[in-house]
């Protein structure tokens, strides 16, 4: 009984493993344990500061500007208006320029150099190799080269074309056939549809940092840093200096009108060492206007002779008003004559 029942619980036991069962599970499972670390060593997660991404656009459309502005001084001689006509063209060709000796040549356009910054494919990065610091990885393909072209120089002159002779032709007006019509409102859908997927994406771009413009979108160019151990490198001197100019103006502009000038003088008259000239000069010129008076008056107390206009205007804007030659308040005006009887007038 014992025998039979022992040998019926040893038959239930499963088989023994063979010997090279581990190892055949570890060659198994080695090359799906390998993708994953992999993965995890190539997802190095990295964060493009978006300040430096939009100063980037900026500069190169400030550059764009200067580029056009010395090229437009060139033909200056030529015909005035001329050079209206052909406007996007030579925004196209600006622009071309650019792209041709920045990005068909690996490098990058002046903004995003400034920046400290690089163009990178990011459908290539996913496949990369092992990564130290997240911002490795090839540049822009040839096909993505040309397909930036085509729709940053070529995209924008044929929108400028198809804008400025639609508005030259009226194609919006009423009057108009109804294919032109059509046309009009076909301009404006795509118009409005693409500020909103433009206004979509900026709002995308703001949330994760990637991709500034539609076009980087859907060619996925990505802008890294170029140079990891590179700070940008920014100086506050003329920003400072140009913050206090504009403080002490604001300063000026705030007490010039406060101050009288004729008061100043008065203050700073007996610090002046050409006080003998000052007494010998001229008592019968006017102080103010230095003419001859055409209708004299004499300021009281002090009897220094004035024009008229000039002595009441000073005494109607300033109640204190000081004599500019000895600096005693005038009290009242008298008319100048050489007879003793001469009448007077309050301030």
């Known amino acids: 009984m014992s025998s039979s029942s022992s040998s019926s619980s040893t038959g239930s036991l499963p088989p023994p493993p063979p010997e090279d069962a581990w190892v055949s599970t570890y060659r198994r499972l ?30 190169d459309i400030e550059m764009s500007a200067m580029l056009k502005e ?10 005035p208006g001329m050079l209206f006509q052909y406007e996007p063209e030579l925004d196209a060709f600006l622009e071309f320029l650019i792209w041709r000796f920045s990005i068909w040549v690996d490098k990058p356009t002046p903004g ?19 990564l130290r610091t997240g911002l490795e990885g090839p540049g822009l393909t040839v096909a993505q080269k040309i397909w930036y072209c ?15 002779f639609s508005a030259f032709r009226r194609w919006g007006d009423s009057e108009q056939r109804s294919f032109l019509r059509w046309a009009w409102v076909l301009v404006q859908r795509v118009e409005g549809f693409y500020k909103a997927a433009s206004f979509g994406n900026l709002l995308i771009f703001l949330y994760t940092g990637r991709y500034r413009t539609l076009i980087e979108r859907a060619l996925k160019a990505r802008l890294v840093y ?27 502009l705030l007490l010039l009108p406060l101050l009288n000038s004729s008061t100043v003088k008065n203050l700073l008259r ?25 209708i004299p008056f004499l300021a009281v107390p002090c009897r220094h002779r004035y024009c008229y206009y000039c002595l009441r205007t000073r005494c109607a804007a300033a109640p204190s008003f000081r004599c500019s030659r000895c600096g005693e308040p ?3 005006m008298q008319r100048y004559s050489e007879s003793v009887g001469s009448t007077s007038s309050g301030k």
């Open 226 to 252: 170029g140079n990891p151990n590179m700070n940008r490198a920014v100086s506050f001197e003329y920003m400072n200096r140009q913050l206090v100019w504009n403080e002490f103006s604001e300063m000026l």
């Open 270 to 294: 007996p610090f002046s060492k050409d006080k003998d000239a000052g007494s010998a000069r001229d008592d019968s010129a006017c102080p103010i206007c230095q003419n001859s008076p055409s």
């Open 330 to 332: 005038v009290v009242a």
């Open 30 to 59: 080695q090359p799906q344990w390998q993708s994953a670390h992999l993965y995890h060593e190539t997802s190095i997660p990295i964060s493009i500061s978006r300040v430096n991404q939009f100063d980037a656009a900026r500069l």
């Open 150 to 164: 085509i729709a940053s120089v070529g995209g924008q002159y044929i929108w400028a074309r198809i804008q400025s």
């Open 112 to 130: 995003i150099a400034l920046m400290n910054l690089r163009y990178r494919d990011e459908r290539a990065s996913e496949a990369r190799g092992k």
């Open 70 to 79: 010395q090229l437009v001084k060139v033909f200056s001689l030529m015909k």
